[in-house]
Each structure stands twice: as structure tokens, then as C-alpha cells.
């Protein structure tokens, strides 16, 4: 199993995409992420969206959601992931537009708190979808009632999650699908000594990976807590590795916790990814979402591609301040832009 999803030197895969970008041209995105629904099944008790969604408890409306889409797969799009902001799942237009996607020869791809699931959702996850990621973050009943607070206070709802990631698991296996089906794990410190756990029991299920990164808006105690209680967690879960499973710990976003350092002066990571909020309103980047300073355009009123080249998403641009930005996603991938931008490199011929 080759699994290098998470690592950003898959950038250089769309090396004339990167180049155009960092060049002063504006390139459409390949890659999307649209929050079909700013409803949420849960309430997780480090949701950066929280204020987000009260203020706008939206889904986005199906002709919208739609006719974005075939916009989008026009202007090139190579994939689209649908995520959060709130559930995905709790919009129902959301499992009807994943087949279409597919049938329009574009990768698809679903983050979801599996809260959800079901065997019907599952089939057509399982058939369309490049990967499927679900959001564990706990290894017992009670640890995630007390981090997620699904909103369905049955005592067996984290049961039922891990019982849809198994069918989904067996599906895949029956049907000899080529979807990668991932659990993300974000650490917390009331799940610090559960990591392992988590990572040996979808092991055992026969997930093919275990994705960890921090909760990022914590106290700076409780980011120094969260990376020293975790540390031999993630140590025992990286020699449960094999052929067949991996374990993912983003170590860059446990760095960027502490130290908000950054090594360059421009942001270009945004133009690499489309971000679409369920109130319809395009985003500059995926954790500015909700605040009115990186609204691009709404798609009610303008189309995709008059929104990517309006003088109102140069001025956000320009208005972006990089020293008040929540720790990045996009941090690596800055990284290696801000490096093929630089003309003038030192020794750029010695390899």
C-alpha cells in the first residue's frame, strides 16, 4: 500500500500549476473543498466553527450545491472533497451529488463524523469515492460522548460509527474497490492516552490509515500538555505500521502549535485549493471560514469563475495578514512555493 496523501511534496504533481501561481497568473484550482452543510450531528468541543454555524445554520440549496459543481468540473477541476464546517452527511443532496462527480470522471471524496452512516450511504461511498476519512478521536463510548456530544445521546452511538467503518471495510473488500478509507484522530488533552488504542483497534478492523494532528485552538498549556502526553502514544503507534496500514502523525502541526514561525512573507497555498462554505460564499482559505474579511464572493449571485477573478478577491489577498493566521494546513505547501518563487537563490545549481 503506497499511502502519500498527506505528504505536500504531492505538489509537485501539478508543478505547472505551482509555478503559474508563484509566476503572478491565476490558475483555477484543481483541487476543491465544499461544506455541503453548516449543520452538525455533533458538537465537538474544539470546533473551530462553532460561531460559524450559529450564525448560519445553512445547507447549501441542491441547485446551488449543482450547478457549482458542473462549474467547477469545467474549469478543470481534478477533485473535490465534501467536508466541514458542519456534517456533510447532514445535507441530503450531498450522497445524490457523489455518484454524479464520479460519472463526470473527478475524484471525490468525503470527511465525515460517521455519526451518519448508514448501509445505503455506505454502498454509494464505497463505489464512488477516492478515500472516505472519519473522524474517531476516541477510543471508548465515553470519551467520545464527552469530545464529540453527538446530539443522539444513545449510549451506543460510538458503536454504530465504528460498525459503519467495518461494513464500509468489508465493502470494499467485496466489491474490490479502490477507495482508501481512513479514521482521523485529533488530539486532545482529555484523549491523550488513547491514541494507541484507537490505532490498534482500526488496525484490526482493517483500515488503511490513522491520521493524528493537535486540535489547534488550545491554550498554550494545553498545547505543551497535548504534545508531551502524546509523544510515546504516537512512538508505540508507528511501529504498528505494515504493508497493508500506516499511521500519519502530522508533525508539522505539532511544531506549529508552539511556534507560529513562518518562513516566508507571501501566502500563494490559497490558490491551490477552491473553498466553498455552505452559506455559498467562496473563502480565501479553509480555516477563514465565517469570517467576513475572506468572503471572495457568494455563488447566489456570481458564478465560480467570476468570483476567482474579481478585483474583490485581489483586495483580500492583499488584506491577508500572515502573523494573524490560525496555525496553516497550507504551511508546507508555502514552503515549496515560497521556494520556486525565489529568483534568486543561492547555489540554485548545486544539487
Same mark, same amino acid.
Given at each position: 500500500?503506497?499511502?502519500?496523501?498527506?505528504?505536500?511534496?504531492?505538489?509537485?504533481? $501539478?508543478?505547472?500549476?505551482?509555478?503559474?501561481?508563484?509566476?503572478?497568473?491565476?490558475?483555477?484550482?484543481?483541487?476543491?473543498?465544499?461544506?455541503?452543510?453548516?449543520?452538525?450531528?455533533?458538537?465537538?468541543?474544539?470546533?473551530?466553527?462553532?460561531?460559524?454555524?450559529?450564525?448560519?445554520?445553512?445547507?447549501?440549496?441542491?441547485?446551488?450545491?449543482?450547478?457549482?459543481?458542473?462549474?467547477?468540473?469545467?474549469?478543470?477541476?481534478?477533485?473535490?472533497?465534501?467536508?466541514?464546517?458542519?456534517?456533510?452527511?447532514?445535507?441530503?443532496?450531498?450522497?445524490?451529488?457523489?455518484?454524479?462527480?464520479?460519472?463526470?470522471?473527478?475524484?471525490?471524496?468525503?470527511?465525515?463524523?460517521?455519526?451518519?452512516?448508514?448501509?445505503?450511504?455506505?454502498? *454509494?461511498?464505497?463505489?464512488?469515492?477516492?478515500?472516505?476519512?472519519?473522524?474517531? #478521536?476516541?477510543?471508548?463510548?465515553?470519551?467520545?460522548?464527552?469530545?464529540?456530544?453527538?446530539?443522539?445521546?444513545?449510549?451506543?452511538?460510538?458503536?454504530? @460509527?465504528?460498525?459503519?467503518?467495518?461494513?464500509?471495510?468489508?465493502?470494499?473488500?467485496?466489491?474490490?474497490?479502490?477507495?482508501? @478509507?481512513?479514521?482521523?484522530?485529533?488530539?486532545?488533552?482529555?484523549?491523550?492516552?488513547?491514541?494507541?488504542?484507537? *490505532?490498534?483497534?482500526?488496525?484490526?478492523?482493517? *483500515?488503511?490509515?490513522?491520521?493524528?494532528?493537535?486540535?489547534?485552538?488550545?491554550?498554550?498549556?494545553?498545547?505543551?500538555?497535548?504534545?508531551?502526553?502524546?509523544?510515546?502514544?504516537?512512538?508505540?503507534?508507528?511501529?504498528?505500521?505494515?504493508? #497493508?496500514? $500506516?499511521?500519519?502523525?502530522?508533525? $508539522?502541526?505539532?511544531?506549529?502549535?508552539?511556534?507560529? #514561525?513562518?518562513?516566508?512573507?507571501?501566502?500563494?497555498?490559497?490558490?491551490?485549493?477552491? @473553498?466553498?462554505?455552505?452559506?455559498?460564499?467562496?473563502?480565501?482559505?479553509?480555516?477563514?471560514?465565517?469570517?467576513?474579511?475572506?468572503?471572495?464572493?457568494?455563488?447566489?449571485?456570481?458564478?465560480?469563475?467570476?468570483?476567482?477573478?474579481?478585483?474583490?478577491?485581489?483586495? *483580500?489577498?492583499?488584506?491577508?495578514?500572515?502573523?494573524?493566521?490560525?496555525?496553516?494546513?497550507?504551511?508546507?505547501?508555502?514552503?515549496?512555493?515560497?521556494?520556486?518563487?525565489?529568483?534568486?537563490?543561492?547555489?540554485?545549481?548545486?544539487?
Amino acid at each position: 500500500m503506497n499511502l502519500k496523501q498527506f505528504n505536500p511534496m504531492k505538489i509537485l504533481n $501539478h508543478l505547472d500549476l505551482a509555478k503559474a501561481i508563484v509566476g503572478g497568473a491565476n490558475p483555477y484550482p484543481v483541487s476543491f473543498e465544499i461544506d455541503p452543510s453548516n449543520t452538525c450531528n455533533h458538537e465537538c468541543i474544539w470546533c473551530m466553527y462553532e460561531k460559524f454555524m450559529k450564525e448560519k445554520n445553512v445547507l447549501i440549496p441542491k441547485e446551488v450545491f449543482k450547478s457549482t459543481i458542473a462549474e467547477i468540473i469545467g474549469l478543470g477541476a481534478k477533485s473535490i472533497t465534501f467536508t466541514g464546517g458542519g456534517e456533510p452527511l447532514t445535507n441530503p443532496f450531498t450522497i445524490e451529488l457523489i455518484p454524479y462527480i464520479k460519472r463526470k470522471g473527478v475524484s471525490v471524496a468525503l470527511v465525515t463524523n460517521g455519526g451518519l452512516l448508514d448501509s445505503e450511504k455506505n454502498q *454509494v461511498i464505497v463505489e464512488n469515492c477516492s478515500y472516505i476519512r472519519i473522524s474517531i #478521536d476516541a477510543g471508548c463510548e465515553a470519551t467520545h460522548d464527552k469530545l464529540h456530544r453527538s446530539k443522539n445521546r444513545k449510549n451506543d452511538h460510538y458503536k454504530k @460509527i465504528i460498525d459503519n467503518l467495518s461494513y464500509i471495510v468489508e465493502r470494499k473488500k467485496s466489491l474490490n474497490k479502490d477507495i482508501t @478509507i481512513g479514521v482521523g484522530f485529533l488530539v486532545h488533552p482529555q484523549n491523550t492516552q488513547e491514541i494507541f488504542a484507537v *490505532v490498534t483497534k482500526m488496525k484490526e478492523l482493517g *483500515v488503511d490509515y490513522v491520521q493524528i494532528r493537535p486540535v489547534c485552538n488550545l491554550s498554550k498549556d494545553e498545547r505543551e500538555l497535548v504534545i508531551t502526553e502524546s509523544r510515546s502514544q504516537i512512538d508505540h503507534s508507528l511501529k504498528t505500521i505494515d504493508d #497493508d496500514f $500506516h499511521v500519519f502523525p502530522i508533525l $508539522h502541526r505539532f511544531n506549529e502549535i508552539l511556534s507560529m #514561525d513562518r518562513g516566508y512573507d507571501i501566502c500563494y497555498g490559497h490558490a491551490l485549493v477552491g @473553498i466553498i462554505g455552505a452559506d455559498c460564499n467562496v473563502y480565501l482559505c479553509c480555516q477563514l471560514k465565517g469570517d467576513k474579511r475572506y468572503i471572495l464572493g457568494n455563488l447566489k449571485e456570481s458564478s465560480f469563475k467570476e468570483i476567482w477573478n474579481s478585483q474583490k478577491r485581489k483586495d *483580500v489577498i492583499h488584506s491577508l495578514d500572515l502573523t494573524q493566521c490560525p496555525p496553516c494546513r497550507y504551511n508546507k505547501y508555502n514552503e515549496i512555493l515560497d521556494y520556486l518563487a525565489d529568483k534568486e537563490m543561492l547555489h540554485s545549481e548545486f544539487l
